[in-house]
């Protein structure tokens, strides 16, 4: 790593974030307003990639924050240090939105040691190395030297004036504290520049000293420390669950109840000021309304009621909240995913997947006003697009070899539909009834006599595999098409339509103005008749579910961030200009270009829902 020289001291800001009480408040001349955290999550790795090619483009990143505009977000996350060109798009468009930033919060990963003890020295000396790496390249001082896994470049865009907070770290594993501590029963104090440690565990107390270390050296370096903070998440939380418990094997191996890391044990020795030379420290969870199963199984959480009934969601964060207080509370991830399987089922159907888009869009809004609702300082949604690389245990087996997992879509799986932008490709294949797009698709098997089945075609994309399955009975045979993995079957053009795995592999039935035709499940209209949506056979008198379609825009894919959001009358939507508010309109379509012939993979937008106005941050 080279260094470029910097400047031993810097002026106080004009403005600037900090962490204050139980907030965050953004500081312009010296006065100050309090700050509700609504952001989203970015990750590393588009389709096709791991996170640790880092083959996000400069115009995807200007596109990406354009369309986080859009959703009125005034705050983002990367989970690493990412190449130049990401710094540089956000200092272009905060630079062109001066009144308006879209504040930064960045995290410096790390593995966990090799033998699970945080205290080991090469592994500390490695991860404050990345500390110093982070906070000279946040502040456009640092060539950094092409690593495996690390980004690199020059870094010469100084984005810290747009810096809302550090995140050290990442979710640490109960079987790593539980070593850790062990092997330091003694050590319970620690004390530095900027942080100290009273009656901690020797995790808290190593937690203590990054926190100092990453603040001392960004004071010191550059004048003045961004608030900070570590990851955490609800299996570490300070609270005693008394409906978890883990039987058997190694002790506490799998207990999400076993270990706690308490962000109120370390303490901040001075004030978020500039003369203090640090703006501040807060807390920060992980919080998903599904996992771990003690937050739906406590009876305690399921009294608690939000504005739309009982929600066992909101009844932990004001639980979590309250061994909280005195510090912000930043969700630095929440949301819930639309793949087509569902890993845990929640008692308000805040479901770990089965959703449609606009469900969980409305699912998102839900917990965002959850999070103001109780006191937290803010939120971070998960996430900006799919990642397909990643993998739920829900359909591990099936996603093997691992390295070929960013290269296709699984719908089934929950970790990979967590997106707002999806990057579906653009299907040549409709579930229609017709077989005209397969001309030119050679057949896969063929049995001229065959007395059920004389030919089968196959073609597939990123997402599907299609068939089409010809037989001596009904002409022309009725296109189909079914999963990469069993029950995966669904209409090309309608990637979240289903609402559950209860409706997989469902005929559909074509309606046409609202009235289906009259013909039986599993068959189509006749040829010539309009056809309507498609929409899934419902069970029993469960009411039909309009299936949305995706469409391309003609013309567009040379142009430059998102089209005009519509709602479904086709009337354009202004966003309302106030930076406090959001732009709140029902069941929003939003339709993106399709990705051009040389460039797959490019992102798509399906239905969601926008966050809404929220009501004014109270700190009482």
């Given at each position: 790593?080279?260094?470029?020289?910097?400047?031993?001291?810097?002026?106080?800001?004009?403005?600037?974030?900090?962490?204050?009480?139980?907030?965050?408040?953004?500081?312009?001349?010296?006065?100050?307003?309090?700050?509700?955290?609504?952001?989203?999550?970015?990750?590393?790795a588009?389709?096709?990639?791991?996170?640790?090619?880092?083959?996000?483009?400069?115009?995807?990143?200007?596109?990406?924050?354009?369309?986080a505009?859009?959703?009125?977000?005034?705050?983002?996350?990367?989970?690493?240090?990412?190449?130049?060109?990401?710094?540089?798009?956000?200092?272009?468009?905060?630079?062109?939105?001066?009144?308006?930033?879209?504040?930064?919060?960045?995290?410096?990963?790390?593995?966990?040691?090799?033998?699970?003890?945080?205290?080991?020295?090469?592994?500390?000396?490695?991860?404050?190395a990345?500390?110093?790496?982070?906070?000279?390249?946040?502040?456009?001082?640092?060539?950094?030297?092409?690593?495996?896994g690390?980004?690199?470049?020059?870094?010469?865009?100084?984005?810290?004036?747009?810096?809302?907070?550090?995140?050290?770290?990442?979710?640490?594993?109960?079987?790593?504290?539980?070593?850790?501590?062990?092997?330091?029963?003694?050590?319970?104090?620690?004390?530095?520049?900027?942080?100290?440690?009273?009656?901690?565990?020797?995790?808290?107390?190593?937690?203590?000293?990054?926190?100092?270390?990453?603040?001392?050296?960004?004071?010191?370096?550059?004048?003045?420390?961004?608030?900070?903070?570590?990851?955490?998440?609800?299996?570490?939380?300070?609270?005693?669950?008394?409906?978890?418990?883990?039987?058997?094997?190694?002790?506490?191996?799998?207990?999400?109840?076993?270990?706690?890391?308490?962000?109120?044990?370390?303490?901040?020795?001075?004030?978020?000021w500039?003369?203090?030379?640090?703006?501040g420290?807060?807390?920060?969870?992980h919080?998903?309304?599904?996992?771990?199963?003690?937050?739906?199984?406590?009876?305690?959480?399921?009294?608690?009621?939000?504005?739309?009934?009982?929600?066992?969601?909101?009844?932990?964060?004001?639980?979590?909240?309250?061994?909280?207080?005195?510090?912000?509370l930043?969700?630095?991830?929440?949301?819930?995913?639309?793949?087509?399987?569902?890993?845990?089922?929640?008692?308000?159907?805040?479901?770990?997947?089965?959703?449609?888009?606009?469900?969980?869009?409305?699912?998102?809004?839900?917990?965002?006003?959850?999070?103001?609702?109780?006191?937290?300082?803010?939120?971070?949604?998960?996430?900006?697009?799919?990642?397909?690389?990643?993998?739920?245990?829900?359909?591990?087996?099936?996603?093997?070899?691992?390295?070929?997992?960013?290269?296709?879509?699984?719908?089934?799986?929950?970790?990979?539909?967590?997106?707002?932008?999806?990057?579906?490709p653009?299907?040549?294949?409709?579930?229609?009834?017709?077989?005209?797009?397969?001309?030119?698709?050679?057949?896969?098997?063929?049995?001229?006599?065959?007395?059920?089945?004389?030919?089968?075609?196959v073609?597939s994309?990123?997402?599907?595999?299609?068939?089409?399955?010809?037989?001596?009975?009904?002409?022309?045979?009725?296109?189909?098409?079914?999963?990469?993995?069993?029950?995966?079957?669904?209409?090309?053009?309608?990637?979240?339509?289903?609402?559950?795995?209860?409706?997989?592999?469902?005929?559909?039935?074509?309606?046409?103005?609202?009235?289906?035709?009259?013909?039986?499940?599993?068959?189509?209209?006749?040829?010539?008749?309009?056809?309507?949506?498609?929409?899934?056979?419902?069970?029993?008198?469960?009411?039909?579910?309009?299936?949305?379609?995706?469409?391309?825009?003609?013309?567009?894919?040379?142009?430059?961030?998102?089209?005009?959001?519509?709602?479904?009358?086709?009337?354009?939507l202004?966003?309302?200009?106030?930076?406090?508010?959001?732009?709140?309109?029902?069941?929003?379509?939003?339709?993106?270009?399709?990705?051009?012939?040389?460039?797959?993979?490019?992102?798509?937008?399906?239905?969601?829902?926008?966050?809404?106005p929220?009501?004014?941050?109270?700190?009482?």
């Amino acid at each position: 790593m080279l260094l470029v020289p910097a400047l031993a001291g810097a002026k106080d800001p004009a403005r600037y974030v900090r962490a204050r009480g139980d907030r965050f408040e953004v500081v312009v001349n010296g006065a100050a307003r309090p700050m509700f955290i609504r952001g989203i999550n970015l990750g590393a790795a588009p389709p096709g990639h791991f996170p640790g090619e880092f083959a996000i483009t400069r115009s995807d990143y200007r596109r990406w924050l354009a369309f986080a505009r859009t959703i009125r977000a005034n705050a983002i996350r990367v989970y690493a240090l990412h190449p130049p060109e990401f710094y540089q798009a956000l200092k272009d468009d905060n630079d062109a939105h001066p009144s308006d930033p879209i504040w930064l919060f960045q995290e410096v990963w790390t593995e966990l040691p090799a033998k699970n003890d945080f205290w080991d020295p090469g592994f500390g000396k490695e991860f404050e190395a990345e500390i110093r790496s982070a906070v000279d390249a946040i502040h456009g001082k640092a060539v950094l030297a092409p690593r495996p896994g690390h980004a690199a470049g020059r870094y010469t865009a100084d984005v810290s004036p747009y810096l809302a907070g550090w995140l050290l770290g990442r979710e640490w594993e109960p079987y790593a504290v539980r070593v850790t501590q062990e092997a330091h029963p003694a050590m319970t104090k620690f004390q530095g520049s900027y942080f100290a440690v009273d009656g901690g565990t020797a995790m808290e107390c190593w937690l203590g000293r990054e926190l100092d270390f990453a603040a001392s050296y960004e004071a010191k370096r550059y004048g003045m420390a961004h608030a900070v903070s570590f990851v955490n998440w609800p299996t570490l939380d300070p609270m005693r669950h008394p409906t978890e418990a883990e039987r058997g094997g190694k002790p506490a191996e799998h207990d999400e109840d076993a270990y706690s890391v308490n962000p109120s044990q370390v303490r901040l020795l001075k004030g978020p000021w500039p003369l203090s030379k640090t703006l501040g420290y807060f807390s920060n969870y992980h919080v998903y309304p599904y996992y771990p199963d003690f937050m739906n199984l406590d009876p305690g959480y399921a009294h608690y009621r939000d504005k739309h009934g009982a929600c066992n969601y909101a009844g932990y964060l004001a639980d979590l909240k309250a061994h909280t207080k005195g510090l912000p509370l930043l969700i630095g991830e929440f949301g819930v995913p639309t793949s087509r399987g569902v890993a845990h089922l929640q008692p308000q159907g805040l479901n770990h997947g089965g959703m449609s888009e606009e469900e969980q869009g409305k699912a998102d809004v839900r917990l965002l006003e959850d999070l103001q609702a109780t006191g937290c300082a803010g939120g971070l949604l998960f996430s900006l697009f799919d990642e397909w690389f990643k993998v739920n245990w829900l359909v591990a087996r099936g996603e093997e070899p691992r390295e070929r997992d960013p290269l296709w879509h699984n719908l089934l799986d929950p970790e990979e539909n967590y997106g707002l932008l999806g990057f579906d490709p653009p299907s040549t294949v409709r579930v229609d009834g017709s077989t005209q797009d397969w001309s030119g698709v050679a057949p896969y098997a063929s049995a001229p006599d065959g007395a059920l089945l004389r030919s089968l075609y196959v073609t597939s994309d990123q997402n599907r595999l299609h068939l089409v399955a010809g037989s001596g009975i009904h002409a022309p045979p009725r296109s189909r098409e079914s999963g990469r993995r069993a029950g995966q079957g669904q209409a090309p053009h309608a990637r979240r339509a289903f609402r559950g795995p209860r409706d997989e592999l469902l005929p559909l039935v074509a309606r046409d103005g609202g009235r289906a035709h009259g013909a039986p499940h599993g068959s189509v209209p006749p040829r010539g008749e309009r056809r309507g949506a498609l929409h899934s056979a419902p069970h029993r008198d469960e009411p039909r579910a309009r299936v949305p379609e995706r469409r391309g825009v003609p013309g567009a894919a040379s142009r430059l961030g998102p089209p005009p959001v519509r709602s479904r009358a086709g009337a354009e939507l202004r966003p309302s200009g106030r930076g406090s508010e959001l732009c709140l309109r029902s069941a929003l379509r939003v339709v993106r270009e399709r990705p051009p012939p040389h460039d797959r993979g490019r992102d798509s937008v399906g239905a969601f829902e926008c966050w809404g106005p929220l009501e004014p941050f109270r700190t009482g």
